[in-house]
C-alpha cells in the first residue's frame, strides 16, 4: 500500500508542512561596554545555549576555559561574572546570526535562505574602538562574509582573524593548541593601552 503524502494527510503541500516544523532559532543580544576593541563573532548559539540563554553552555564548549586561561580568572565564576571578566577586559561576544532555521546545534544544518544577520555595522558604529573581530570558527566567518561583509562600510573595517571553533564538534585540534592560537590572536590587542 502506498504511503499517503503529506498533502492527503495534512491537505498542505510537503514544503508547506516542512517549513511548519522547521526550527527558528534566534540569538542572545551582544555581550558589549561601549570601549570593547575586541569582538568575538560566533554563528549561532547549540541548543545547549539556547536552553541556558547563555552563551556557549555546553559543558565541553572551550570557549569559558580559553578566555579563563587568557584573562586569568576561574572558568567555573558564575555566568555573569565571566561576562564582566570578557567586558572589562575590552572584548564584546556577539553571533553574526540574528535568527535562522536550523534543526539541531550544527552549523552545518542552518538553512541558508532562512538567514537573517545581527546588526554589525551598527554596532561597529556605536563600538568605535574596536580594532579587530574574531570569528568563533570557520562557519562564523563563511556566515559574516555572505551575509554582513557587502553591507558594511569598508572605510572602518576592523582587522579580521579565524580561530579555530571552541565547539566539541571541532575536535581536529587539542585544547592547548586552541588556546595557544586563541591567545596569539587576542594577545597583542589585549596588551594595547585602551
Same mark, same amino acid.
Given at each position: 500500500?502506498?504511503?499517503?503524502? !503529506?498533502?492527503?494527510?495534512? @491537505?498542505?503541500?510537503?514544503?508547506?508542512?516542512?517549513?511548519?516544523?522547521?526550527?527558528?532559532?534566534? !540569538?542572545?543580544?551582544?555581550?558589549?561596554?561601549?570601549?570593547?576593541? =575586541?569582538? =568575538?563573532?560566533?554563528?549561532?548559539?547549540?541548543?545547549?545555549?539556547?536552553?541556558?540563554?547563555?552563551?556557549?553552555?555546553?559543558?565541553?564548549? @572551550?570557549?569559558?576555559?580559553?578566555?579563563?586561561?587568557?584573562?586569568?580568572?576561574?572558568?567555573?565564576?558564575?555566568?555573569?561574572?565571566?561576562?564582566?571578566?570578557?567586558?572589562?577586559?575590552?572584548?564584546?561576544?556577539?553571533?553574526?546570526?540574528?535568527?535562522?532555521?536550523?534543526? @539541531?546545534?550544527?552549523?552545518?544544518?542552518?538553512?541558508?535562505? !532562512?538567514?537573517?544577520?545581527?546588526? =554589525?555595522?551598527?554596532?561597529?558604529?556605536?563600538?568605535? @574602538?574596536?580594532?579587530? =573581530?574574531?570569528?568563533?570558527?570557520?562557519?562564523?566567518?563563511?556566515?559574516?562574509?555572505?551575509?554582513?561583509?557587502?553591507?558594511?562600510?569598508?572605510?572602518?573595517?576592523?582587522?579580521?582573524?579565524?580561530?579555530?571553533?571552541?565547539?566539541?564538534?571541532?575536535?581536529?585540534?587539542?585544547?592547548?593548541?586552541?588556546?595557544?592560537?586563541?591567545?596569539?590572536?587576542?594577545?597583542?590587542?589585549?596588551?594595547?593601552?585602551?
Amino acid at each position: 500500500m502506498a504511503r499517503p503524502s !503529506s498533502t492527503e494527510t495534512t @491537505g498542505k503541500p510537503e514544503t508547506t508542512a516542512k517549513a511548519e516544523a522547521a526550527i527558528v532559532v534566534r !540569538s542572545f543580544p551582544a555581550i558589549a561596554e561601549p570601549d570593547a576593541r =575586541i569582538l =568575538i563573532l560566533g554563528s549561532m548559539p547549540g541548543v545547549a545555549s539556547l536552553t541556558a540563554h547563555r552563551y556557549y553552555a555546553h559543558p565541553h564548549n @572551550g570557549f569559558w576555559p580559553i578566555m579563563a586561561r587568557i584573562l586569568e580568572f576561574r572558568p567555573d565564576l558564575p555566568y555573569e561574572e565571566r561576562c564582566r571578566s570578557l567586558t572589562a577586559a575590552g572584548i564584546a561576544l556577539w553571533d553574526v546570526l540574528q535568527q535562522c532555521v536550523r534543526p @539541531g546545534s550544527l552549523d552545518a544544518s542552518i538553512e541558508h535562505a !532562512s538567514v537573517v544577520p545581527n546588526d =554589525i555595522e551598527a554596532f561597529l558604529r556605536n563600538h568605535s @574602538g574596536v580594532k579587530l =573581530i574574531c570569528f568563533n570558527g570557520a562557519a562564523a566567518e563563511q556566515l559574516f562574509r555572505r551575509h554582513v561583509l557587502p553591507d558594511l562600510t569598508k572605510s572602518r573595517l576592523p582587522a579580521m582573524q579565524r580561530l579555530p571553533s571552541t565547539s566539541p564538534a571541532h575536535a581536529s585540534l587539542r585544547f592547548e593548541q586552541k588556546l595557544a592560537l586563541w591567545l596569539q590572536a587576542l594577545g597583542p590587542t589585549l596588551a594595547s593601552p585602551f
